[in-house]
């Protein structure tokens, strides 16, 4: 079984202080049990707790300071730090998030060539410190360009920082904020890092109500010398995107934590229920909805694995991981609400109860696809890979599953982020054509109607314009290479053919669904129309198979219950 399950840890790790810190964390939320996990949430409490723990166990010092960073066993292992962000997502996504805004923060930091800077971060981790990045303001939203935070030269190599930023998260507490700004007298980016504890530093509200702390901060004349930037100009830009590279894949992670954890309940509950005479989980329904939400988990989990080795296989020469993970940011994420959805449609009235996982999961799902990039400014992201994946296949390396104990260097020297309309892709034909299974068959006769839409009926200059209409396009393309990474992993890992068949009945469905949406575009004309209608497929009926597939989710119950 692929899904993490806290009472069966068996992932394969290649040494042991890898898998302690997973099982240390299992153990750690598991002793605080369901009761008081639920009572800090409702209450909105600090995770003190959670923190402290880290500390002790020096987690993130190991899992965030890069090998050769500091003096400690250290090593930036996306392998690893996979699991832990799913774990994390599992039991809450307030867990979650203070690790992931360190991430961000930590972003700048390992890239930049300021080492007195770096060792401090080293440093801070090792006492187990928090970091922040401080991008967001509350104008400017995505548009990073019109960032309105500046750096006043104060005479050679000092300057006062001035400026509020709106949605920064740790902005509490973090040992180093990594603050994004502009040159007040040239204009030219720039990255430096602050600390929350000086005292020009206002750390103003928590703008949400959580237990997290996602600040406003104002730097009033803050001080700051040549000793405090990390990047300037064109570097600076570049790390600002570089780090969101690296980062916004783990919301992925996060959703998929999130909805192993619902799942679970989910079907605890429901398999123990009896209406009129019959369990809960009799009903037709009922069965189709929990298939559907195992198989979108399963691939979800697919899809974010295999992304993750391309991830470790980058190079100045292989930059595939740049489709990839707004892939994992923008479909994984929004899959993630779809299992939610269905799986509320189960459980009904328990899923807004106290004393669930579920009533939080119903809730944190939802700020995943809208947090670090949009779908919107994904699935832009994501259109300027089409040509080259579609028309323009190139021979590159077969990488495989990526579970060394690696340092992942590339990720903090991963250059300049332009030309990416450049960048090639193996062929995804191949992945397709290893798997011969009745859905898997239409879905490929679905994307060979795709590229005839590409190819016969291209979109002209207005809608290469229309946002709107490329929205519905990319979703189309966004599933293709869905597709593709779920059929290279389930090779991998050997999913069972039953369950990449189900997996790839709601691929066929959600095909359909995109390409009614781009049919009904305004702008789409008849010969596009006529294509998009022959898109619309229905997937393979094969009640055996169904059958066999409901039952893996079946058979989960009682799998897991957290302690209570
Ligand atoms: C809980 C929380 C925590 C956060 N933590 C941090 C943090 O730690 N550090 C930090 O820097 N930021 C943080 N953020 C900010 C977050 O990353 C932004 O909210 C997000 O990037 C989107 O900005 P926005 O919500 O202001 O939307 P806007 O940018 O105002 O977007 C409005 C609409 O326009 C669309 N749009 C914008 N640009 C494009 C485009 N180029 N193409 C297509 N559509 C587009 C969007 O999709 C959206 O529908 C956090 C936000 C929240 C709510």
């Not at 394969?12 to 009761?35: A, C, L, N, W």
């Not at 390992?110 to 090792?126: D, F, G, I, K, Q």
């Not at 004309?525 to 997937?539: E, G, N, S, V």
Request: aromatic share 14%.
């Amino acid at each position: 079984m692929i899904l993490l399950n806290p009472r069966k840890h068996v992932r394969f790790y290649p040494d042991d202080r890898s898998r302690d810190i997973m099982r240390k964390t299992i153990d750690f939320f598991e002793r605080k049990g369901k009761k008081r996990l639920k009572e800090d949430d409702h209450g909105r409490v600090w995770y003190a707790d959670f923190l402290e723990f880290v500390k002790k166990e020096r987690l993130f010092a190991t899992l965030l300071t890069p090998a050769g960073e500091g003096e400690t066993d250290g090593r930036w292992d996306t392998w690893r730090n996979c699991e832990f962000n799913e774990i994390l997502g599992f039991y809450g996504l307030c867990y979650w998030y203070t690790w992931q805004v360190s991430i961000l923060g930590l972003g700048p930091i390992w890239m930049s060539p300021n080492t007195v800077l770096r060792r401090r971060a080293a440093r801070a981790l090792e006492e187990g410190g928090i970091f922040a990045f401080g991008l967001s303001e509350k104008e400017h939203g995505a548009d990073i360009y019109s960032t309105d935070m500046m750096l006043v030269p104060q005479g050679p190599g000092a300057y006062v920082a001035r400026g509020d930023k709106y949605y920064i998260g740790n902005g509490n507490e973090a040992a180093m904020v990594s603050v994004f700004g502009k040159m007040a007298d040239t204009g030219e980016y720039v990255f430096f890092a602050a600390d929350s504890r000086h005292p020009r530093y206002e750390c103003r509200q928590n703008v949400v109500a959580s237990q997290s702390y996602v600040s406003e901060f104002v730097l009033d004349d803050y001080p700051i010398t040549d000793a405090d930037i990390l990047h300037r100009g064109d570097d600076a830009w570049n790390a600002a995107l570089n780090t969101v590279n690296i980062g916004k894949y783990n919301l992925g992670w996060a959703s998929i934590g999130i909805c192993t954890h619902a799942l679970y309940e989910a079907i605890n509950h429901a398999s123990a229920r009896r209406l009129y005479g019959m369990h809960v989980t009799d009903f037709p329904h009922v069965k189709q909805m929990f298939t559907d939400a195992y198989a979108r988990l399963v691939a979800m989990k697919l899809v974010a694995l295999r992304a993750a080795d391309y991830l470790r296989a980058a190079s100045p020469e292989d930059r595939r991981y740049l489709l990839y993970n707004p892939v994992v940011k923008m479909k994984v994420t929004t899959q993630g609400e779809d299992v939610i959805n269905l799986l509320w449609d189960v459980i009904a009235a328990k899923g807004f109860e106290r004393n669930t996982y579920f009533e939080m999961a119903a809730r944190d799902i939802r700020g995943l696809p809208k947090l670090e990039g949009t779908v919107h400014v994904n699935i832009a992201l994501i259109l300027k890979f089409m040509p080259k994946y579609f028309f323009e296949p190139a021979d590159l390396p077969a990488v495989g599953r990526r579970d060394g104990a690696a340092n992942d260097d590339f990720l903090f020297r991963q250059g300049p982020t332009k030309g990416l309309g450049k960048i090639r892709f193996h062929d995804y034909a191949k992945a397709y054509g290893e798997w011969n299974l009745p859905n898997v068959n239409v879905f490929k006769d679905q994307i060979g109607v795709f590229r005839t839409f590409l190819a016969e009926a291209t979109p002209d200059d207005a809608q290469r314009k229309d946002i709107d209409f490329l929205m519905a396009l990319g979703e189309i393309f966004t599933i293709v290479v869905y597709g593709q990474l779920i059929l290279e992993n389930a090779s991998i890992y050997r999913i069972g053919r039953d369950l990449v068949d189900q997996i790839f009945d709601f691929m066929v469905r959600d095909f359909s669904k995109f390409a009614l949406q781009l049919y009904g575009k305004p702008s789409s004309t008849p010969a596009q129309m006529d294509i998009c209608l022959r898109m619309i497929r229905k997937p393979a009926v094969d009640d055996a198979r169904y059958q066999r597939a409901w039952q893996e989710v079946y058979d989960l119950r009682g799998a897991y219950e957290m302690s209570p």
